[in-house]
Protein backbone atom coordinates (compact mmCIF):
# COMPACT_ATOMS: atom_id res chain seq x y z
CA UNK A 1 0.00 0.00 0.00
CA UNK A 2 2.61 2.53 0.98
CA UNK A 3 4.45 1.94 -2.67
CA UNK A 4 1.16 2.93 -4.03
CA UNK A 5 0.64 5.84 -2.16
CA UNK A 6 4.50 6.86 -2.63
CA UNK A 7 4.01 6.55 -6.44
CA UNK A 8 0.45 8.41 -6.45
CA UNK A 9 2.39 11.19 -4.18
CA UNK A 10 5.04 11.10 -7.04
CA UNK A 11 2.92 11.44 -9.45
CA UNK A 12 0.74 14.54 -7.92
CA UNK A 13 4.02 16.45 -7.58
CA UNK A 14 5.14 15.74 -11.05
CA UNK A 15 1.78 16.79 -12.09
CA UNK A 16 1.66 19.94 -10.11
CA UNK A 17 5.63 20.75 -11.34
CA UNK A 18 4.05 20.34 -14.85
CA UNK A 19 1.30 22.55 -13.93
CA UNK A 20 3.59 25.78 -12.68
CA UNK A 21 5.67 25.11 -15.89
CA UNK A 22 2.48 25.27 -18.07
CA UNK A 23 1.16 28.37 -16.37
CA UNK A 24 4.95 30.16 -16.78
CA UNK A 25 4.47 29.48 -20.29
CA UNK A 26 1.34 30.46 -20.45
CA UNK A 27 1.95 33.87 -18.71
CA UNK A 28 4.99 34.16 -21.56
CA UNK A 29 2.88 33.88 -24.42
CA UNK A 30 0.31 36.40 -23.16
CA UNK A 31 3.16 38.62 -22.75
CA UNK A 32 4.22 38.01 -25.94
CA UNK A 33 0.82 38.10 -27.45
CA UNK A 34 0.26 41.44 -25.66
CA UNK A 35 4.25 42.96 -26.90
CA UNK A 36 3.03 41.62 -30.15
CA UNK A 37 -0.42 43.35 -30.43
CA UNK A 38 1.24 46.87 -29.09
CA UNK A 39 4.17 46.80 -31.57
CA UNK A 40 1.13 45.93 -34.56
CA UNK A 41 -0.87 48.53 -33.28
CA UNK A 42 2.49 51.27 -33.19
CA UNK A 43 3.16 50.13 -36.33
CA UNK A 44 0.23 50.70 -38.01
CA UNK A 45 -0.06 53.98 -36.12
CA UNK A 46 3.75 54.73 -38.12
CA UNK A 47 1.92 53.62 -41.70
CA UNK A 48 -1.35 55.99 -40.65
CA UNK A 49 1.10 58.84 -39.75
CA UNK A 50 3.54 58.29 -43.27
CA UNK A 51 0.55 58.21 -45.11
CA UNK A 52 -1.18 61.53 -43.72
CA UNK A 53 2.64 63.18 -43.85
CA UNK A 54 2.52 61.88 -47.65
CA UNK A 55 -0.71 63.47 -48.80
CA UNK A 56 0.62 66.78 -47.01
CA UNK A 57 3.82 66.28 -49.49
CA UNK A 58 1.35 66.00 -52.00
CA UNK A 59 -1.03 68.70 -51.62
CA UNK A 60 1.84 71.12 -50.82
CA UNK A 61 3.65 69.92 -54.24
CA UNK A 62 0.44 70.87 -56.11
CA UNK A 63 -0.06 74.52 -54.78
CA UNK A 64 3.77 74.79 -55.30
CA UNK A 65 3.15 73.57 -59.29
CA UNK A 66 0.27 76.28 -59.34
CA UNK A 67 2.01 79.20 -58.13
CA UNK A 68 5.22 78.30 -60.49
CA UNK A 69 2.78 78.58 -63.53
CA UNK A 70 0.92 81.46 -62.27
CA UNK A 71 4.43 82.96 -61.78
CA UNK A 72 5.38 81.80 -65.57
CA UNK A 73 2.27 83.06 -66.92
CA UNK A 74 2.68 86.48 -65.34
CA UNK A 75 6.51 86.54 -67.05
CA UNK A 76 5.02 85.58 -70.46
CA UNK A 77 2.13 88.09 -70.47
CA UNK A 78 4.61 90.68 -69.06
CA UNK A 79 6.98 89.90 -71.58
CA UNK A 80 4.67 90.09 -74.50
CA UNK A 81 3.44 93.23 -72.97
CA UNK A 82 6.55 94.87 -73.31
CA UNK A 83 7.50 93.72 -76.84
CA UNK A 84 4.22 95.16 -77.94
CA UNK A 85 5.02 98.56 -76.21
CA UNK A 86 8.44 98.68 -77.17
CA UNK A 87 7.80 97.64 -80.90
CA UNK A 88 6.38 100.82 -83.01
CA UNK A 89 4.88 98.75 -85.50
CA UNK A 90 3.10 96.55 -82.75
CA UNK A 91 2.14 98.90 -80.83
CA UNK A 92 0.41 101.31 -83.21
CA UNK A 93 -1.32 97.73 -84.47
CA UNK A 94 -2.40 97.37 -81.09
CA UNK A 95 -3.78 100.84 -80.58
CA UNK A 96 -5.96 99.97 -83.44
CA UNK A 97 -7.03 96.83 -82.91
CA UNK A 98 -8.25 98.37 -79.31
CA UNK A 99 -10.14 101.20 -81.23
CA UNK A 100 -11.65 98.41 -83.28
CA UNK A 101 -13.33 96.68 -80.36
CA UNK A 102 -14.38 100.03 -78.95
Partial sequence: MSTFYNKFKEEEKKEQERLKEQELLNKKLL??????????H????ENKSTFKSLIKFLISAFFICIKGLFYISITLFSSIGLTVLLNENLRNNFIEF???II
Fill in 42 to 45: SIII
Fill in 98 to 100: VKN
Fill in 31 to 40: EQNFTNQFNN
